[in-house]
């Protein structure tokens, strides 16, 4: 039996659910409250001691870190394989899995913290309030990037970052994709699994427009939406306490913060 801890929106628990669509896996699901901290719990923190989302348990056996997951699950239930066959496709592939590690996923936190959840969490509590609260999460640098988002928005040095480092991976992508229809290879395969939802979640922040001058995104993004295991992992899944309105209202607003930094 395979179980997926996850979250509606986790581009980590995105990925995976793309992968187990793609494969047509039958699955028990278990939604974790992310801001209820259910992560947290001693029972959670027993089959995942990082205390994030996803985490696959097969067979009572749990399997932690979203790029892992896939690839287990790529090794084991082989039909429909989501990875190139080609060894040299296969290194591609895995240069683009890596990308979220490397820093696009904290890059996503940041910048969706500036966007929109910095004013869920914090409502009108004051910033010393908020400091004092945060400095009891286990992740003290994340901690720190929050309470420095919370205070500077788009004018902390972190989002610039971020924002720097989201333009640089569109560029990677465009460099392939201006002549190519997928990253790695001649079909779908993880590489789009496991960037799509870093993409999707700049469209839901109103971004699109940080690539409507890199040649081959576009027509990639909505290759990949088109997708049936799109719409069954992404797009079936509502967003919870109203995620998805506060982000549709900030959206129109997030566009000239961003052109502002990338200096357009
Ligand atoms: N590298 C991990 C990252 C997992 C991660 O950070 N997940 C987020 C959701 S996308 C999470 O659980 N956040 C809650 C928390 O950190 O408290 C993976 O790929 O699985």
Redesign the pocket.
């Known amino acids: 039996m395979l179980e997926h801890y996850h ?1 509606n929106i ?4 995105q990925k995976v659910r793309l992968v187990l669509e793609e494969k047509k896996l039958e699955v028990v699901e278990h939604h974790i409250d ?1 801001k209820a901290r259910q ?2 719990t001693p029972e959670y923190l027993a089959i995942n001691p990082r ?4 985490t696959l348990v097969h067979d009572g056996r749990p399997i ?4 892992i997951i896939c690839e287990y699950l790529d090794d084991r239930f082989p039909d429909a394989p989501v990875r190139p066959s080609d060894p040299a496709d296969r290194a591609d592939m895995r240069r683009w899995t890596k990308i ?2 490397d820093g696009i ?1 904290v890059a996503c936190g940041s910048l969706s913290f500036a966007a929109v959840f910095s004013d869920q969490v914090r409502g009108d509590t004051p910033i010393e309030e908020m400091a004092a609260r945060l400095k009891q999460l286990p ?1 003290q640098n994340r901690a720190r990037r929050q309470i420095e988002i919370m205070e500077k928005k788009f004018d902390s040095p972190i989002v610039h970052d971020a924002i720097r480092l989201n333009e640089r991976m569109l560029n990677e992508m465009s460099g392939r994709l201006k002549d190519h229809d997928w990253l790695a290879g001649n079909d779908w395969s993880l590489a789009e699994a496991c960037l799509i939802p870093y993409v999707e979640r700049l469209h839901r922040l109103g971004l699109a427009p940080m690539w409507a001058d890199k040649p081959g995104i576009s027509d990639w993004y909505d290759r990949v939406c088109a997708r049936p295991a799109y719409a069954r992992a992404i797009t079936a899944y509502p967003t919870l306490d109203a995620y998805d309105d506060l982000l549709i209202d900030r959206g129109e607003t997030v566009w000239p913060d961003v052109q502002q930094v990338l200096g357009g």
Do not use: M, W
Request: charged content about 15%; proline content about 10%.
């Open positions: 979250h986790s581009v980590c628990a992310l992560q947290a205390g994030t989302v996803p932690i870190e979203s790029t979220p590690d996923h992740d």
